[in-house]
């Protein structure tokens, strides 16, 4: 089963001499339940396709489907809807709030969306990023001794994974989820992510330059000048480099 498609997708920036095409007629069908990485050179279009799958950018041309429906054809009203319902996200800069505590960053989409959380479901999920005992700490007390202003740890991580599952999206979108993170807080995260998939059915789209990360991938699709230009199925690091 598809969980999100392109058809012949344009998306082109600036008009004229400044006109800039991030798409070429890009092609792709992302399979539920599984974890597809996009890599591909910086400025080959890797943020942008992840932008327009997730409805978070309006295409130039061409059509995305997320499950059976069109989001190009939505109104910002509706748009919105479906993204808040249907869709979770896990950004470089994690975004909790720190004055919330984990089980509140958690379920905060939730409570936006006016949302009852499924508990038994948030408990499962809490406990496949391991964070059962920690959940009325805040982020940043749940990492102890680390110091102001240092990087996001892996507890950060946890946390926004948990917040991405917790909704039931139909798929998550990370952009480079790991970029912040040292590569053993990273290695954590993307573990947690392929647990979600394993072990939860969650479908993941993940945008990465980082070869060791597309390597936890069912898929690597390559771009290249806003081209889908290759494409693997589950490859080594070695294989991604
Ligand atoms: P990647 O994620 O692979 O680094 P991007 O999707 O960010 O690539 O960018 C693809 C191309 O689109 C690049 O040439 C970039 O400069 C251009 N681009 C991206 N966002 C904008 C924007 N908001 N305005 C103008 N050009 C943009
Ligand atoms: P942790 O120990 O969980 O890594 P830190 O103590 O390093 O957290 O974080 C210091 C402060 O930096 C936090 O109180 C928070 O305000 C801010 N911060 C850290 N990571 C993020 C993030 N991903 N997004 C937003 N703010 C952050």
């Known amino acids: 089963a598809v969980a ?5 997708v344009v998306k082109a920036y600036g008009v004229g001499e400044t006109r800039v095409v991030a798409l070429d007629r890009v092609d792709v069908d992302i399979a539920r339940g599984a974890f597809t990485a996009i890599m591909g050179p910086s400025g080959s279009g890797k943020s942008t396709l992840m932008h327009c799958l997730a409805g978070l950018d309006t295409v130039t041309e061409g059509h995305i489907s997320i499950g059976e429906h069109e989001i190009t054809r939505l109104k910002d009203k509706k748009l919105t809807q479906l993204r808040r319902d ?6 470089q800069a994690f975004n909790l709030l720190p004055t919330l505590n984990a089980y509140e960053n958690i379920t905060l989409p939730m409570d936006i969306a006016g949302r009852k959380p499924d508990r038994a479901w948030v408990e499962q999920v809490i406990g496949t990023v391991g964070l059962a005992d920690r959940l009325t ?3 940043n007390q749940l990492s102890g001794g680390q110091q102001q202003g240092a990087p996001p740890s ?3 991580g ?4 948990a917040r991405a599952l917790a909704a039931r999206p139909e798929i998550i979108f990370g952009d480079e989820p790991t970029g912040n993170l040292d590569s053993r807080a990273g290695a954590e995260l993307l573990g947690f992510l392929r647990r979600s998939v394993d072990e939860l059915g969650q479908t993941i789209v993940m945008v990465t330059h980082d070869p060791v990360a597309a390597a936890y ?6 771009l290249a000048d806003g081209r889908l230009v290759d494409e693997m199925h589950r490859p080594t690091a070695e294989q991604v480099l």
Do not use: K, M, T
């Open 4 to 8: 999100a498609s392109a058809r012949q």
């Open 86 to 91: 249907r869709i979770g996200f896990i950004f």
């Open 137 to 139: 700490h805040r982020p």
């Open 154 to 156: 892996g507890s950060w």
């Open 158 to 161: 946890r946390v926004a994974v």
């Open 217 to 222: 991938a069912d898929r690597v699709l390559y």
